[in-house]
């Protein structure tokens, strides 16, 4: 079990590689390859061994701003949250990419902004649309589900959020006996895994994660689950195996000339800037040269904070966990850190 460390120092966050303009939206499919997106160029990437290095490669271009991808366990297609489409897109393994869904009961989508599987092969999004579109002043985003039984399109909840940036899904649990102390004891046969019991979304602009249960079958009822405060807002997610829940905390990177927040640079802009280009040269871009690090916060199943996690840079834009290590991908150095937990 992952221990209680308090806060770890921000040496134990690694450079494993550099890419893309905007990296973003890492993700491990079924066979262990690491995909990410590159979002100013539409380009979708994956972490190879170059020689004695790890290297991200283009692995194809698909979309126009893919900011979200999360691959289907069942047959590898690679789903992509795409802003500049405004729709979610398909890849299959062969290549073909198609549109999967757009709009909800004849109502376009604002721009799908996150996704994830359950364990059922059921889709998840945010729909939040470029940033500005929807915030503390216009509370209109959504998140849906898709059923893998008949594609059935399902509002979460549906024009509430204040920016919905990320979704993830707590481990699916085996079927277990009740010991008749409300505690849980597994029975000695295998048992078939019940879908994720909890849905998790950070609400950006609101600085706060949203907990979702479904109750009944069609209907999730949801709370907030655990209030942040200072910084842009959490803007990616990741469950671990033991129910706790990691949260990257975006923040813009200052800039290297002014000192001042560059609002351009990061993969959550939308845009190319010069901040980009030098940071896929190599350069060290104002965020890291004025020493911003990136906060990751680790909270418990009950929504206790008991942990933060430090990477050199700020502008965070994706998690993803891969045993006991968390790679996390920055949009102003466009970079890939790895932190062994």
């Known amino acids: 079990r992952m221990g209680h460390a308090g806060s770890r120092a921000m040496t134990e966050a690694h450079l494993v590689a550099r890419g893309g303009h905007g990296l973003c939206a890492p993700h491990f ?25 790890l290297a991200l490669a283009v692995a194809f271009s698909a979309g126009i701003h893919p900011c ?65 579109e929807t915030g503390l002043h216009a509370p209109k985003g959504s998140v849906f589900v898709v059923s893998s039984e008949g594609q059935l ?40 895994l019940h879908a994720a019991p909890y849905l998790y979304v950070a609400e950006m602009a609101a600085n706060r994660i949203l907990r979702f249960a479904r109750r009944p079958v069609d209907v999730f009822i949801g709370a907030v ?28 990177a200052l800039s290297a000339n002014t000192g001042t927040a560059d609002t351009g640079s990061g993969a959550r802009a939308g845009r190319t800037d010069a901040a980009a280009t030098a940071a896929a040269a190599g350069a060290v871009p104002g965020g890291a ?29 994706g998690l993803a966990l891969k045993g006991r290590t968390l790679y996390v991908t920055e949009g102003s150095t466009n970079s890939l850190f790895a932190i062994e937990l």
Not at 108 to 116: E, K
Not at 154 to 179: K, R, W
Not at 225 to 252: K, M, N, R, W
Request: glycine fraction near 12%.
């Open 29 to 53: 499919d079924g066979d262990g390859t690491l995909w990410l997106a590159s979002m100013q160029t539409g380009e979708i990437l994956r972490l190879v061994r170059d020689g004695d290095a």
């Open 68 to 132: 979200a991808l999360a691959v289907q366990p069942a047959d590898g297609t690679i789903f992509l949250a795409d802003l500049g489409h405004k729709s979610v897109l398909a890849v299959s393994p062969q290549g073909q990419t198609s549109e999967f869904v757009r709009e909800y009961e004849q109502i376009p989508f604002l721009g799908p902004s996150a996704i994830a599987f359950d364990g059922k092969r059921n889709l998840y999004l945010c729909d939040a649309g470029p940033v500005g």
């Open 153 to 192: 399109l399902l509002p979460v909840t549906l024009e509430s959020l204040a920016y919905p940036s990320a979704i993830a899904l707590a481990p699916a649990i085996p079927a277990e006996s009740l010991d008749g102390t409300g505690a849980g004891a597994a029975v000695e046969t295998v048992q078939p």
């Open 225 to 252: 689950f655990h209030q942040f405060a200072g910084g842009a807002g959490p803007s990616a997610l990741a469950c671990a195996p033991d129910g706790s829940l990691f949260v990257a905390h975006f923040e813009y």
């Open 289 to 317: 040269r004025h020493g911003q690090r990136g906060r990751i916060s680790r909270l418990a199943p009950t929504g206790e904070l008991i942990d933060t996690l430090y990477v050199p840079a700020p502008e965070l834009t």
